[in-house]
């Protein structure tokens, strides 16, 4: 809860997370080899390109306001 909150401060998102436990049996290789570890992947995925879709026009304000201070 405390680190939730040191997020937020710094203007961090929480987003979902993804744990893998016995990693020798849920990989085989580089392939996930359980399909709900897969179905959480992509949906983590999904939501961090989400995210960053909504966010760019903001990243971008803040690099332009940066780069008017460093002028």
């Known amino acids: ?3 939730r909150t040191a997020m937020l401060n710094y203007r961090m998102l ?3 997370q993804v744990l893998f436990y016995n990693v020798d049996e849920v990989f ?3 392939e996930l080899k359980d399909e709900k ?7 983590l995925f999904k939501t961090l390109e989400k ?3 909504v966010l760019k026009p903001i990243r971008d304000e803040v690099r ?6 460093h002028l």
């Not at 332009?64 to 201070?69: A, D, I, Q, T, V």
């Open 37 to 43: 570890y897969k179905e959480r992947v992509e949906r």
């Open 51 to 53: 995210y960053a879709e």
């Open 1 to 3: 809860m405390e680190l």
């Open 64 to 69: 332009e306001k940066l780069r008017e201070e």
């Open 28 to 30: 085989e290789g580089e």
């Open 14 to 16: 929480p987003v979902g």
